[in-house]
C-alpha cells in the first residue's frame, strides 16, 4: 500500500518513520531543493513526544542537541533591572520530560532516521489530485504523475494539500492576536545558555543563543489592536511592520531592529494563527500536525501535537490495516481532545506572554519571582489554570499499537525503483 506524505519538516517524517514500521510504502515530497536548513527556531517537546521519540530509538540525537538554555533573564520596558528565572525550573512545572532543540536539528534527526527505507522527492510539489475508488492520481509541479494510495497533508500552517482539498486557508484560519518574528543574528551578545530580553506592554523581544549555534536567533511576539494588512512574501513590508511595533522600546531593541534587522541571514513573520477544521479527512485524503491542527506557533505546544498526531494518524492506519474509512475516524477521535485543550491553552498563554496591561506585566514579573522560590506544585497553580492547563502535554495517555509490520511490503516505486534516498527530480 503506497501512502504520499507532503511535508519533510516534523510531522512528515514522524508518520513517515512509523507508516515504514508498518509496512506501508512511503513517499515523502517536499517543495524546498533540501532538507531545510534556514535557520529555524527553538522548540519544545513534552513527555508524550518525548516518549515517542523514545519508541523511534532517537532519544539519545535528540538529547544531544538539545539547546541547553538554562535561564531566561527579562527586564520590564524602562527599567535595566533582569529578573531570572531558571528554565529547568519552568519546565518541570510544565512537563516532567522536556527537551528544547533547534527545529532545523530535529528535522534532521528524523530524515537521518528514514532516509533510507522511504523515498524523499525534494524540489517539488503537488499541483493537483483526483481521487478515484482505487487510489489518488497526483500530478507534481516537477516530476512524473503517479498514483497513491493514500495522500497525507504534512505541510505545515499554509498547507497547500488542505487549500486543494479543503479550500482556502482564510475558511480555517482564526488570528488569537498576537504575531510572531524570529530571525538569525550574529551571537555578539555572547549568549551560550540563556535567553536575554525585555518585555512591555503588548511586545516582548528576547535573544537566545544554543550550545551547538555559532550565531544567535532574536525572537519578536507582539499583539496589536488588530490584524495587519501584509502579504506573507512581503517581508519589506512585514520589517516595516516589525519596526513600527517595537519603536521607543530599549535595551538591545534599537540595535536588533537595525542592522541586525537589516542584515539579517534569516527572516520569519507570521500571525499567530490556529486552525480550525470539523475534520481533517476527506476521502483518501487527511492532515496532520499544522496543516490540520495548528493550535498557534510558540504558544500552543504545536510540534509535541504534531509528533503524537503523526504517531496516532501511523498506528490507526495500522490497526485498520490500511482502511481509510475506519483509520482516519479513529485518528480523529483519538487526538480530538488533545487537540481542543491545546487550542484552549495557547489564547490564555498568548495572554499570559505578552501582557496587555501594565498590572498583567507587574503580574508577570511577581509570577517569575514566586516561582523561582516555592514549591512545584504551588508554581504551576500560579502560572494558571490551576496545574491542569499546564500540564496538558503530560496528561495525555499515549495508545498502544501494532509492534510489528500490518500491511505486506511494497516498494513506494514498484520493484524497478531507484534507491528511496535518491530525489526523483
Known amino acids: 500500500m503506497r ?66 538554555t538554562e535561564w531566561l533573564a527579562f527586564r520590564a520596558e524602562n527599567s535595566d533591572r533582569p529578573h531570572e528565572l531558571e528554565i529547568g525550573r519552568l519546565m518541570r512545572i510544565v512537563s516532567d ?83 510572531l518574528a524570529v530571525m538569525s543574528i550574529p551571537n555578539y551578545l555572547g549568549l551560550r545558555d540563556r535567553m536575554d530580553g525585555i518585555t512591555g506592554v503588548n511586545r516582548m523581544v528576547g535573544v537566545y543563543g544554543g550550545a551547538h549555534m555559532d550565531d544567535a536567533r532574536a525572537v519578536f511576539m507582539f499583539r496589536p489592536a488588530a490584524e495587519l494588512d501584509y502579504h506573507h512574501r512581503d517581508v519589506d513590508r512585514q520589517k516595516e511592520l516589525l519596526r513600527r511595533q517595537f519603536a521607543g522600546l530599549g535595551w538591545e531593541v534599537p540595535r536588533l531592529l537595525g542592522e541586525e534587522l537589516e542584515h539579517a541571514s534569516t527572516f520569519y513573520f507570521d500571525s499567530i494563527t490556529q486552525l480550525r477544521m470539523d475534520t481533517w479527512s476527506r476521502g ?22 504534531a509528533v503524537v498526531g503523526a504517531y496516532v494518524l501511523a498506528g490507526e492506519l495500522a490497526e485498520a490495516r490500511g482502511d481509510h474509512t475506519r483509520a482516519f475516524p479513529a485518528y480523529e477521535r ?63 495517555t499515549l495508545k498502544d499499537y501494532p509492534r510489528g509490520p500490518a500491511v505486506k511490503k511494497d516498494h513506494p516505486r514498484g520493484p524497478a525503483a531507484k534507491s528511496a534516498a535518491t530525489p526523483d527530480l
Open 3 to 68: 501512502i504520499l506524505i507532503s511535508g519533510a519538516s516534523v510531522a512528515g517524517p514522524v508518520l513517515a518513520y512509523w507508516l515504514n514500521h508498518y509496512g506501508f510504502a512511503v513517499t515523502v515530497v517536499e517543495r524546498a531543493p533540501a532538507l531545510r536548513k534556514a535557520g529555524g527556531h527553538a522548540i519544545d517537546l513534552f513527555r508524550p513526544a518525548m516518549d515517542i521519540i523514545d519508541k523511534m530509538g532517537l532519544v539519545k540525537p535528540v538529547q544531544a542537541r538539545k539547546t541547553g
Open 97 to 179: 520530560r522536556h527537551v528544547e532543540i533547534m527545529r532545523d536539528d530535529l528535522g534532521e534527526i528524523l530524515h537521518n532516521a528514514t532516509r533510507h527505507d522511504v523515498e524523499y522527492l525534494f524540489g517539488d510539489s503537488i499541483a493537483a489530485m483526483a481521487e478515484s475508488a482505487d487510489g489518488v492520481a497526483v500530478t507534481f509541479e516537477r516530476g512524473p504523475a503517479r498514483r497513491f494510495d493514500l495522500v497525507i497533508g504534512a505541510d505545515g500552517m499554509h498547507s497547500n494539500v488542505r487549500r486543494l482539498v479543503f479550500g482556502a486557508e482564510s475558511r480555517f484560519s482564526t488570528w488569537i492576536g498576537a504575531y
Open 284 to 305: 483518501r485524503v487527511s492532515l496532520v500536525g499544522d496543516a490540520g491542527y495548528c493550535p498557534g506557533p510558540a504558544v500552543g505546544g504545536s510540534t509535541s501535537l
Open 334 to 396: 483519538e487526538i480530538g481532545d488533545y487537540v481542543r485543550r491545546s487550542r484552549a491553552f495557547a489564547i490564555g498563554a498568548a495572554k499570559r506572554l505578552i501582557p496587555g496591561t501594565r498590572l498583567g506585566l507587574w503580574s508577570l514579573i511577581q509570577g517569575v519571582r514566586l516561582i523561582n522560590h516555592v514549591p512545584t506544585p504551588a508554581a504551576r497553580a500560579l502560572v494558571g489554570l490551576g496545574g491542569r492547563g499546564i500540564r496538558l502535554h503530560d496528561e495525555i
